[in-house]
């Protein structure tokens, strides 16, 4: 009696890179007047983009957060895209 062969399946997993907080890397500080680096971690629907897509640190997540609110607030950001 033949023993049963393993079947590959179809969806493989690799192990990523960890994501590298850039500005952790670059010792950054977060401004909300700068709006072009804001708008980066921005959907295109105009949501904040969580934290497993931007690859920060829960520490500049919560910065970049009330930054972009703050932007918001003070009219250097829409709060939806249209």
């Known amino acids: 009696m033949e023993t049963p062969k393993k079947?590959?399946?179809?969806?493989?997993?690799?192990?990523?890179?960890k994501k590298v907080?850039?500005?952790?890397?670059?010792?950054?500080?977060?401004?909300?007047?700068d709006v072009a680096k804001l708008s980066k971690f921005i959907s295109e629907k105009g949501k904040i983009l969580p934290r497993r897509n931007t690859g920060l640190c829960a520490k500049h997540q919560r910065q970049?957060?009330?930054?972009?609110?703050r932007a918001r607030i003070?009219?250097?950001?829409?709060?939806?895209?249209?």
């Open 7 to 17: 079947v590959a399946k179809k969806g493989y997993f690799f192990r990523q890179k």
């Open 21 to 33: 907080c850039i500005f952790c890397a670059r010792n950054e500080e977060i401004d909300y007047k």
């Open 64 to 69: 970049l957060a009330r930054a972009i609110k």
């Open 74 to 82: 003070m009219a250097l950001l829409p709060f939806v895209r249209v």
